[in-house]
C-alpha cells in the first residue's frame, strides 16, 4: 500500500500538471459537497444594508450588489454548475457512444444498414456545424428556460463528438481477431458489441468526458451569463459574473472576479484531468511515464556523492 | 466456370468415399470470390468438393494463399470480409447450412462447428478474464445459468490440460503464455462439444514441444467427444501424424485427396511431390522436385492451376482444366499425368 502511496507521489513530481488537476477537481468537489458547512452565510439571503461590500475579514470575497455573500455563493455554485455539466456529458457520452458503437459497426459493406450509419453521420455533420452556443440558445429558446434544458443542450452539443469519437475506435477494433472469433462462436451482432466492443473502445472516451466536464461547466455559466441559463438568486458562476459585471466599470471589481476565477479555475482543472486520463488510458503513454517514475527514483535514491 | 460432365460424376464419387455412412459434413462445388478491380470477382475457392465422416480426421494443407482459412470461415457462412460465397452447398447433419438463416446460422456456430484459431492471444478479449470467456459460450449456447457455465468451463479447462485451472480461470488472457493461450481456445471451441471441429493452423506460432502435446491434446478431445475435424496445416508433416485423409489444397482447388498411407506413399500430383520434397532430407528428391518459383500469385484462367510451376506440365494442362480423377482407392488427383510409382 505505502509502495503505491509513493509511486503517487513521485507521478506526482515528474507530472505535477496532472497532480494540480486532481488536486483541483477533488477541492471543488469537496467545497461543493460541503458548502453548508464552510460556508458563514446562506448563499441567497441578502444583507440589503451592507451591499457592495469590498472583501474583508466578514466577507472574505465581499458582497454583491444586493448584499449577498460572494463567499458563500462561489462555494455554493459547483452544486449546480457540475450536476448539470456531469449530466450532461453522461447523456450525451451514453446516446452518443452508443449510437457511434452501432454505426462504426455497420459502415461497411453493403444493405439498409450501411445507408442508415451514412445518415447518421450526415446528422451529426449538421449538428456540428452549428456555432455550439448559438444552438444551446436556440434550444433552450424552444424547449423552455429550466435546469433540465440546459442538461439537454449540454447533451446535444456534444453528442456528435461521442458519436465521432466511438465511431473512429470502433472502426479499428472491428477488424481484431477477437471480434471475428466471436462471430465465429456464434454471438449475435449485438452482443459482440456490447460484450467485445464497446468495453475495448472506452479509453479515449474516459479521457474526453473529464475535458467535456469542463467545457459542459463553461457553457452553464456562459448560457447563464446572456440570461438562457440558472436564474439568480440560484448560485451559479455565470450569473454572477452577469450581475456583478455592470460594477466592474465602477471599480467594484469583486462581485464579478471572484466567480470568473474559481470557473477558470474549475475547466482548467477539468482539463488537466482529461490529460492525464487520456495518458494513463494509452498503453504506451503509460509505459513511458512509468518508466520516467522509474529514473526518477533511480535517481534521487542513490546516495548523493561528495560533500 | 462450367464443369465438364466427367468432373461432376468423379467429385459426387469423392463425396461418397470412405464409407457407406452419410457424411457429417458434406462440402459440394464450394466457390468463394473477392471482389477485385476488374470487372470479375477473383475467385479464391474454385469449387471445393470435401466430405467427412463422423469420427474422422481430415488433414487440409497447402501454401499460404491457397484459401485453407477462407474455407474454414465459409463452411460457418463468414467468408473473410469483403470475400463472398458465390455458390456451391455445404451439408451439415441434414441440412444444407448455407441456405439458412443468420439467427439459425448462429446456433451452429459454436454449439455444433467450433473453430480453433492460431494467434491465440489475439483471438481473446484482452479486458475479460478466460473463464468468463469460456464460460459465456456455455451460457450463450447450451442456456445454463453462470454458476453451472463456469463449473463447465473449470472442467474444460482441465481437460485441455491447463496447470492450475482454478486460478487460470480468473486470469487475463495477457497474463498467459501462447500455449496456454492455445489451450484456453481449444477450451472455448471444445465446451460446447461440438460435431465438427475446423483446425485452422492452430499451432503456428507455437514451440514444436508444446506444438506437438497441443495436437495430441486436440486428437484426444476429438475422440473423447466423437468430433470429426478438419485439421488445417502448412505442415505436410503434421498431417502425416495425425490425419485419416488429407487434402491438399493450391489456389483455391483441391488437387489431391487421399488416405494418409497411399498420399504420402505414392504421391501422384507434382504439387504433392513438390509439397513432400521440400520437407524431404533426400537432396535427390528435393532437386528433381523444387522448382524455382516465378510470379507464384499469377492466376491461370484456363487450364491446371499449377502449370505454370510444374516441371511435368505439356501443352494440354495450360487450356484445359483437367478433373478430379480416381486412380486408387480413395485416392483422387487433378492431374492429366499423375505420377506412377513404381
Known amino acids: ?307 | 466456370m462450367s464443369l465438364g460432365a466427367a468432373e461432376v460424376i468423379s467429385n459426387t464419387r469423392n463425396a461418397s468415399a470412405g464409407g457407406d455412412k452419410p457424411p457429417l459434413i458434406d462440402i459440394r462445388n464450394l466457390r468463394v470470390t473477392f471482389p477485385s478491380g476488374g470487372a470479375e470477382p477473383k475467385a479464391v475457392l474454385k469449387g471445393i468438393d470435401l466430405a467427412v465422416q463422423p469420427g474422422e480426421i481430415v488433414g487440409l494443407v497447402g501454401e499460404s494463399g491457397a484459401g485453407k482459412t477462407t474455407l474454414a470461415r465459409s463452411i460457418l457462412g463468414l467468408p473473410p470480409s469483403p470475400g463472398r460465397i458465390a455458390g456451391g452447398e455445404v451439408h451439415f447433419e441434414g441440412r444444407q447450412i448455407l441456405s439458412l438463416s443468420e439467427s439459425e446460422l448462429r446456433r451452429l456456430r459454436g454449439r455444433r462447428l467450433s473453430v480453433v484459431v492460431p494467434n491465440p492471444r489475439a483471438e481473446l478479449n484482452p479486458l475479460l478474464k478466460v473463464g468468463d470467456q469460456i464460460a459465456s459460450m456455455a451460457k450463450i449456447h447450451l442456456g445454463v445459468a453462470g454458476k453451472e457455465a463456469r463449473r463447465m468451463a473449470l472442467e474444460i479447462l482441465r481437460e485441455v490440460q491447463i496447470p492450475d485451472p482454478e486460478r487460470r480461470m480468473d486470469a487475463y488472457p495477457h497474463e498467459l503464455s501462447g500455449g496456454m493461450a492455445q489451450r484456453v481456445v481449444i477450451a472455448m471451441a471444445l465446451i460446447c462439444s461440438p460435431a465438427f471441429v475446423i483446425s485452422d493452423d492452430a499451432t503456428s506460432g507455437l514451440d514444436v514441444t508444446v506444438q506437438a502435446q497441443i495436437l495430441a491434446l486436440l486428437a484426444k478431445l476429438a475422440a473423447e467427444h466423437g468430433s470429426a475435424m478438419l485439421f488445417i496445416s502448412r505442415d505436410v508433416g503434421i498431417t502425416a501424424h495425425f490425419c485419416d485423409r488429407i487434402a491438399v489444397l493450391f489456389s483455391g482447388e483441391i488437387v489431391e485427396i487421399a488416405p494418409r498411407e497411399p498420399l504420402f506413399l505414392e504421391p501422384a500430383h507434382p504439387y504433392t511431390l513438390m509439397l513432400l520434397a521440400a520437407f524431404s532430407h533426400s537432396p535427390k528428391l528435393r532437386d528433381s522436385w523444387t522448382v524455382p518459383d516465378t510470379d507464384r500469385r499469377r492466376e491461370r484462367s484456363a487450364g491446371c492451376q499449377y502449370a505454370d510451376r510444374c516441371p511435368i506440365a505439356q501443352p494440354v494442362c495450360r487450356t484445359l482444366r483437367p478433373p478430379l480423377a480416381e486412380i486408387g482407392p480413395g485416392h483422387f488427383v487433378r492431374c492429366y499425368f499423375p505420377v506412377r510409382h513404381a
Not at chain 1, 41 to 53: H, R
Not at chain 1, 201 to 211: F, K, T
Not at chain 1, 232 to 243: D, F, N, R, V, Y
Request: overall charge positive; hydrophobic content about 50%; glycine content about 8%.
Open chain 1, 1 to 307: 500500500m505505502s509502495s503505491k502511496l509513493r509511486l503517487l507521489v513521485r507521478l506526482a513530481i515528474i507530472r505535477p500538471r496532472f497532480a494540480i488537476g486532481y488536486v483541483i477537481v477533488i477541492a471543488i468537489t469537496l467545497l461543493a459537497i460541503f458548502a453548508p458547512v464552510i460556508t458563514p452565510y446562506s448563499p441567497t439571503e441578502a444583507d440589503s444594508v451592507s451591499f457592495l461590500q469590498p472583501p474583508d475579514a466578514t466577507h472574505l470575497f465581499g458582497t454583491d450588489n444586493v448584499g449577498m455573500d460572494i463567499f458563500s455563493r462561489s462555494i455554493y455554485a459547483p452544486r449546480i454548475d457540475l450536476t448539470i455539466a456531469i449530466l450532461g456529458t453522461l447523456l450525451s457520452a451514453l446516446a452518443g457512444g452508443s449510437v457511434g458503437a452501432v454505426v462504426g459497426f455497420y459502415s461497411s459493406g453493403r444493405g439498409i444498414r450501411v445507408w442508415l450509419s451514412f445518415a447518421v453521420m450526415r446528422a451529426a455533420d449538421v449538428l456540428q456545424a452549428f456555432p455550439v452556443f448559438v444552438f444551446a440558445i436556440a434550444l433552450v429558446a424552444s424547449l423552455g428556460q429550466s435546469i433540465q434544458t440546459v442538461v439537454l443542450a449540454i447533451a446535444f452539443v456534444n453528442a456528435p463528438i461521442y458519436l465521432r469519437l466511438m465511431r473512429s475506435q470502433v472502426l479499428s477494433i472491428r477488424s481484431m481477431r477477437y471480434v471475428e472469433a466471436s462471430q465465429v462462436n456464434g454471438l449475435s451482432d449485438m452482443q459482440t458489441i456490447v460484450r467485445h466492443i464497446i468495453p475495448n473502445a472506452m479509453a479515449p472516451v474516459l479521457a474526453q468526458l473529464s475535458v467535456n466536464v469542463g467545457w459542459g461547466i463553461l457553457l452553464t455559466s456562459a448560457l447563464s451569463f446572456v440570461g438562457a441559463g440558472v436564474r439568480a438568486p440560484t448560485p451559479e458562476w455565470g450569473s454572477m459574473i452577469a450581475m456583478g459585471f455592470q460594477n466592474v466599470v465602477t471599480g467594484q471589481w469583486w462581485p464579478s472576479m471572484f466567480p470568473g476565477a474559481m470557473l477558470a479555475i474549475t475547466v482548467f482543472g477539468f482539463s488537466l484531468v482529461g490529460a492525464s486520463i487520456e495518458v494513463l488510458a494509452d498503453p504506451s503513454k503509460r509505459r513511458q511515464l512509468l518508466s520516467d517514475a522509474r529514473e526518477h527514483r533511480r535517481r534521487t535514491d542513490l546516495p548523493v556523492e561528495g560533500a
